[in-house]
């Protein structure tokens, strides 16, 4: 297991870390594979009752790595990918799953938090999805999530206009559960997970169902949807014109 993803167990949680600061927690194909595993062992452990998922310090993630992104965009299919196996995976945990966000959240590092079920960041903490500056589209079933959570406006000012939200202007808009100081982000999100595994664990995988069961079949054929016409745009003109400039502003 690649050691940008750190997994500890212990007290009833399924703490996956992200932990490649070097490139601001970029994620790749490995620790996508990393992640699931997490996932599907914690959801299949009977002493795992809570998934967490946390960054490092000012950085959670800042989407997917660029190069992989170019190789996609070369192989263009993503049916059966990492990448989707972990959206669907996010989708349809049973367990509660607990965020924490500090600092950079971009992309994915954004719309994970969209599958949580109570999700901190800190006041620092600015979510953004600048997927059509990029000449692509919304992913992990947000064009679903994000207007059932704040409404048309906020979602396309989001999604669309790609405007970064602010940690706050979050929590206003219902995306995120609650604004703590930097220093206690870690402490008070391992907190909650832990309140949440000491309630009984049958109780607490009915009421997530009923919460999410109107939904949770279109959040799957969403994730669906989105991964094919990302697929595609990936492999656009308009797409490929984004990314060289993106890789020059780089330079």
Do not use: C
């Not at 959801?43 to 790595?65: K, Q």
């Not at 669907?88 to 500090?102: C, E, R, S």
């Not at 590092?109 to 949580?116: D, E, L, S, V, Y």
């Not at 959570?149 to 559960?177: C, D, N, S, T, V």
């Amino acid at each position: 297991m690649t050691d940008h993803i750190l997994i500890e167990r212990r007290d009833g949680l399924n703490i996956i870390r992200l932990n490649r600061p070097d490139k601001k927690n970029a994620l790749t194909q490995e620790m996508y594979g990393a992640m699931n595993a997490a996932l599907e062992e914690g959801e299949a452990s009977e002493e795992i009752r809570v998934h967490v998922m946390l960054g490092v310090e000012g950085i959670f993630t800042s989407g997917n790595d660029i190069s992989d992104f170019m190789k996609m965009a070369s192989g263009g299919d993503l049916s059966g990918s990492e990448v989707q196996r972990f959206l669907h995976n996010m989708a349809g945990l049973k367990k509660p799953f607990v965020t924490g966000a500090d600092g950079i959240a971009v992309g994915i590092g954004t719309t994970i938090h969209f599958h949580a079920d109570l999700t901190f960041a800190t006041p620092r903490t600015v979510f953004h999805t600048p997927f059509t500056d990029l000449a692509l589209v919304p992913e992990a079933g947000s064009s679903l999530l994000v207007p059932l959570l704040a409404g048309h406006q906020r979602a396309y000012a989001m999604l669309a206009a790609g405007l970064p939200f602010p940690a706050r202007e979050a929590k206003e808009a219902g995306l995120i559960y609650k604004v703590v100081e930097e220093g206690a982000l870690d402490s008070e999100t391992l907190a909650a997970a832990m309140a949440l595994a000491k309630k009984p664990p049958q109780a607490m995988a009915i009421a997530k169902e009923l919460l999410r069961r109107t939904e949770r079949e279109a959040i799957s054929a969403r994730i669906d949807d989105e991964v094919r016409l990302f697929a595609e745009r990936l492999q656009s003109a308009e797409a490929m014109a984004a990314f060289q400039a993106f890789m020059a502003r780089r330079k």
